[in-house]
C-alpha cells in the first residue's frame, strides 16, 4: 500500500491548524522533504482559479503548477498529484504543455488528478461553460491522453480538435497516470473507461463510506493495475494511537484501495513532521 500526503499549508479552511495561516515556503519546502525522505509516494494540491468571497473553506488555494514545479527542485523522488485539477476550465493542450513540462523537469513525477469540478460561480467567472462540463471532461481526458506523452500530437473529438501541433518539452512518462476525483458512480465510470485511477473525496465531504467504495467497485469491472485512492475521513495520530495505523491500512485493502491519501493530526509545524516520522516508521518497514 502506497502513501501519500495530504498536503499541510497550501489549502487553508476554517478547520485547518492555526499554523497554517502564517506558514509558507519554508515550511512547506520542510514537509516536501520530509515526506520524499521518509518514502510517502506523493503530496498533493488543489487548483481553484479564482472563488467568490466568503464561499465556506474556500479561503486559500496555492496554484498546484507553479507549487510543484517549485518543489520538484527541492525533491527527488516525491511525486506531485494536483487533487484534483478542474479539469473543464482548461483547454487539453494547455494542460498538455504545461503540466508535460511539470513532469519533463521533475523526472516523470507528475500523477494528474482530474474532476469536472462542482463549484458554478468560479465557471462564470472565468467565461466557461458549466452545463456541459461532465461531456467536456469526457473529451478533454481524451484529448489530453492523446497530447500529454508525445511530441506531435492529433485529436478530433466533439469539443477539442487539433492535428499535428508539437508538444516540446512533453510529458517523460509514456502514459502519465490520470486519476479520476469525485465520489458518484459516473465519476467511477469516467475512471475505468478514460483513466487510470479514482480518487474520491474522503466521507468527511461528502464521499464513500469504505464499505460503499467497496460496492461500488464491485459494481464495475476495474482495468488491469488500476488505482484506487483511500482518503480517511479523519486524522490518523500515529505518535499516540499507532495501531490505529495498521487499522488505516487494512480499512483501506478492504475498502480497495491501492494508494491512501493521509491526514495527520497536527498542531504545529514540527509536530506534523514527527507525526510523518512516526507514521512511516509502522507504514514503511525497512
Known amino acids: 500500500?502506497?502513501?501519500?500526503?495530504?498536503?499541510?499549508?497550501?489549502?487553508?479552511?476554517?478547520?485547518?491548524?492555526?499554523?497554517?495561516?502564517?506558514?509558507?515556503?519554508?515550511?512547506?519546502?520542510?514537509?516536501?522533504?520530509?515526506?520524499?525522505?521518509?518514502?510517502?509516494?506523493?503530496?498533493?494540491?488543489?487548483?481553484?482559479?479564482?472563488?467568490?468571497?466568503?464561499?465556506?473553506?474556500?479561503?486559500?488555494?496555492?496554484?498546484?503548477?507553479?507549487?510543484?514545479?517549485?518543489?520538484?527542485?527541492?525533491?527527488?523522488?516525491?511525486?506531485?498529484?494536483?487533487?484534483?485539477?478542474?479539469?473543464?476550465?482548461?483547454?487539453?493542450?494547455?494542460?498538455?504543455?504545461?503540466?508535460?513540462?511539470?513532469?519533463?523537469?521533475?523526472?516523470?513525477?507528475?500523477?494528474?488528478?482530474l474532476g469536472v469540478g462542482s463549484l458554478s460561480s468560479e465557471f462564470d467567472m472565468l467565461g466557461k461553460p458549466f452545463e456541459d462540463r461532465g461531456a467536456r471532461a469526457d473529451d478533454a481526458l481524451r484529448a489530453l491522453r492523446a497530447s500529454l506523452s508525445t511530441r506531435v500530437a492529433s485529436y478530433d473529438g466533439p469539443y477539442y480538435s487539433f492535428e499535428d501541433v508539437v508538444i516540446d518539452p512533453h510529458a517523460v512518462q509514456a502514459k502519465v497516470p490520470l486519476w479520476v476525483g469525485g465520489h458518484s458512480t459516473r465519476a467511477l465510470r469516467r475512471a475505468t473507461t478514460l483513466a487510470d485511477g479514482w480518487a474520491p473525496a474522503p466521507q468527511s465531504f461528502h464521499g464513500p463510506s469504505p464499505e460503499k467504495m467497496r460496492q461500488m467497485l464491485d459494481s464495475v469491472e476495474l482495468p488491469p493495475d488500476f488505482d484506487v485512492v483511500f482518503t480517511p475521513g479523519h486524522r490518523v495520530d500515529?505518535?499516540?494511537?499507532?495501531?490505529?495505523?495498521?487499522?488505516?491500512?487494512?480499512?483501506?485493502?478492504?475498502?480497495?484501495?491501492?494508494r491512501i491519501n493521509l491526514t495527520v493530526k497536527h498542531e504545529s509545524l514540527a509536530h506534523y513532521l514527527e507525526q510523518l516520522e512516526a507514521f512511516a516508521e509502522l507504514a514503511f518497514p525497512a
Open 238 to 258: 500515529a505518535l499516540n494511537a499507532p495501531g490505529r495505523v495498521v487499522e488505516l491500512l487494512e480499512t483501506a485493502a478492504a475498502a480497495g484501495g491501492t
Open 1 to 113: 500500500m502506497k502513501v501519500g500526503i495530504s498536503s499541510p499549508i497550501v489549502a487553508l479552511s476554517g478547520n485547518r491548524p492555526a499554523w497554517e495561516e502564517h506558514a509558507g515556503v519554508p515550511e512547506l519546502v520542510q514537509v516536501a522533504q520530509a515526506a520524499d525522505r521518509l518514502g510517502f509516494d506523493f503530496m498533493t494540491c488543489p487548483d481553484h482559479v479564482a472563488v467568490p468571497q466568503g464561499v465556506p473553506q474556500r479561503e486559500r488555494f496555492y496554484d498546484p503548477l507553479a507549487t510543484f514545479s517549485f518543489l520538484a527542485g527541492k525533491t527527488e523522488r516525491l511525486r506531485f498529484l494536483p487533487y484534483v485539477l478542474v479539469l473543464p476550465l482548461y483547454h487539453p493542450l494547455e494542460l498538455a504543455k504545461r503540466y508535460g513540462t511539470l513532469d519533463f523537469l521533475s523526472g516523470g513525477r507528475l500523477i494528474f488528478g
